[in-house]
């Protein structure tokens, strides 16, 4: 498998994404990040020491606090 269908794998086989570092800021390409995935009907699950909810998720702290299964992280 070469690197464009790994992507293209991971991008259709993925339902539920961490985002690590998922900034509140609207202008911040983390945020469009998230904000495309859930227009695509990915579930995410941010994670950011301060806020409670963005782009109305939960916020975690941490990996640990996530319960259900997670198929792909992104860090940013």
Known sequence: MNEKETISYIINTSKNIVIFALSPDKTKASYRVAEFLQRKNYKIFPIYPKEEFILNEKVYRNLD??????DTLILF
Do not use: V
């Not at 606090?65 to 997670?70: F, L, N, R, V, Y």
């Open 65 to 70: 606090q996530i319960e259900e299964k997670i």
